[in-house]
T-cell receptor, first 112, second 114 residues
Framework: GQQVMQIPQYQHVQEGEDFTTYCNSSTTLSNIQWYKQRPGGHPVFLIQLVKSGEVKKQKRLTFQFGEAKKNSSLHITATQTTDVGTYFC????????????FGRGTQLTVWP | DAGVIQSPRHEVTEMGQEVTLRCKPISGHDYLFWYRQTMMRGLELLIYFNNNVPIDDSGMPEDRFSAKMPNASFSTLKIQPSEPRDSAVYFCASNTRRLNTEAFFGQGTRLTVV
């Protein structure tokens, strides 16, 4: 079954508005990664979170890893048209460190 | 390194034909993954290898799909016979557990079965 749930599946925002996507795992994760896929492109790594409660920032993007290491979020402040794409979370479990469990992704559309 | 290289980039074939997708992982990576992406099902893991050995093929849809990794620098995903419902983008990705790094994806193969 689905190992990592991600919501929402779609999000449409006006340029300048904020955006958040959420991931939730049924099991504790050893780490979680986030990827971005531009339309017509392939998933590209953004960041990895490892520690419980960790927060990382990349310019307008803020990534959080929950205290229980079962959930994560990506928040974009003041979206721009260049943020358009699908954002995936992907978690690793301790027993199968090589494999990433991908969420379904959130497809972000930004209206100018 | 040129990254993960997939070929062909696009493939259009008739139903019933055999299709072979190819992947060259990044040198030194010991994990290789095959994914299928569709609008309906998202990004699905089909199979993955560690040190050229298939570890989990539970995502392979049915017996028409097979994957091989004869050496550390090459893998194939074969569909025989192909069906229209196999139309999708197929991604290959590689990474290494040693550094617990991210997965590097190839550009993908867009398969259309008519």
């Amino acid at each position: 079954g689905q190992q990592v749930m991600q919501i929402p599946q779609y999000q449409h925002v006006q340029e300048g508005e904020d955006f958040t996507t959420y991931c939730n795992s049924s099991t504790t994760l050893s780490n979680i990664q986030w990827y971005k896929q531009r339309p017509g492109g392939h998933p590209v790594f953004l960041i990895q979170l490892v520690k419980s409660g960790e927060v990382k920032k990349q310019k307008r993007l803020t990534f959080q890893f929950g205290e229980a290491k079962k959930n994560s979020s990506l928040h974009i402040t003041a979206t721009q048209t260049t943020d358009v794409g699908t954002y995936f979370c992907a978690g690793r479990r301790g027993s199968t460190l090589g494999r990433l469990y991908f969420g379904r992704g959130t497809q972000l559309t930004v209206w100018p | 390194d040129a990254g993960v290289i997939q070929s062909p980039r696009h493939e259009v074939t008739e139903m019933g034909q055999e299709v072979t997708l190819r992947c060259k992982p990044i040198s030194g990576h010991d994990y290789l993954f095959w994914y299928r992406q569709t609008m309906m099902r998202g990004l699905e893991l089909l199979i993955y290898f560690n040190n050229n050995v298939p570890i989990d093929d539970s995502g392979m849809p049915e017996d028409r799909f097979s994957a091989k990794m004869p050496n550390a620098s090459f893998s194939t995903l074969k569909i025989q016979p192909s069906e229209p419902r196999d139309s999708a983008v197929y991604f290959c990705a590689s990474n290494t557990r040693r550094l617990n790094t991210e997965a590097f994806f190839g550009q993908g193969t867009r398969l259309t079965v008519v």
